[in-house]
């Protein structure tokens, strides 16, 4: 049981453009979700997080938007970048710290 | 950076031999965690520490266990590896931010079990 979903394993978008990261929960239990970023051969780079008290953090160029009803939160990045080519993943927390994670999407910046 | 290092880096051992990969942080943080990356699964948990001699079982602790003896340090040991072992395995540590737990990670090490 999948308890957090990234549905898209890759995403491809133009630089300059938004690229929008999106995520899927079934636990209601959770109320601290976090982004990170992960490049190869590197340990996973947090991000940006939001508590579910709230429906919207921004952080620079990133931000991130929380659906309680609807168990959605999704990462967007404005304007993209070639540096932001990583994998993404997003991550919930209920319980003293321990994260569950989803599966990641691949990003792909292009020229 | 959190200070987080993890040893080795890299290790290619073969199946039925114990390995122990080590964890060490610089900034006396209680909680510590250990995941394996695999493809198609993100990070999962294996095992994490609330203190020093205070550990619990993750989603994925079969054939693993853990000490932590000093703050500093959280190893993560395989008995008896297996080739379903083979992974990419990082640690972490975390901090109480303003709205919850936000986790920092260690370089990973690389575990080719043959």
């Known amino acids: 049981d999948q308890q957090v979903k990234q549905n898209s394993p890759s995403l491809s978008v133009q630089e300059g453009r938004i690229s929008i990261l999106n995520c899927d929960y079934t636990?209601?239990?959770?109320?601290?979700f976090l982004w990170y970023k992960k490049y190869p051969a590197e340990g996973p780079t947090f991000l940006i997080s939001?508590?579910?008290?709230?429906d919207k953090n921004e952080d620079g160029r990133f931000t991130v938007f929380l659906n309680k009803s609807a168990k959605h939160l999704s990462l967007h990045i404005v304007p993209s970048q070639p540096g932001d080519s990583a994998v993404y993943f997003c991550a919930a927390s209920a319980h003293r710290g321990k994260l569950t994670f989803g599966t990641g999407t691949q990003l792909k910046v292009e020229l | 950076d959190a200070g987080i290092t993890q040893s080795p880096r890299h290790k290619v051992t073969e199946t039925g031999t114990p390995v122990t990969l080590r964890c060490h942080q610089t900034?006396?943080?209680?909680?510590m965690y250990w995941y394996r990356q695999d493809p198609g699964h993100g990070l999962r948990l294996i095992h994490y520490?609330?203190?020093?001699?205070?550990?619990d079982k993750g989603e994925v602790s079969d054939g693993y266990s853990v000490s932590r003896s000093k703050t500093e340090d959280f190893l993560l040991t395989l008995e008896s590896a297996t080739s379903s072992q083979t992974s990419v395995y990082f640690c972490?540590?975390?901090?109480?931010?303003?709205?919850?737990?936000?986790?920092?990670f260690g370089p990973g090490t690389r575990l080719t079990v043959l």
């Open positions: 636990n209601s239990m959770f109320d601290y």
């Open positions: 520490s609330y203190g020093v001699k205070d550990t």
């Open positions: 939001i508590s579910s008290i709230k």
């Open positions: 972490a540590i975390s901090e109480l931010t303003g709205g919850g737990y936000t986790q920092y």
């Open positions: 900034e006396n943080h209680r909680y």
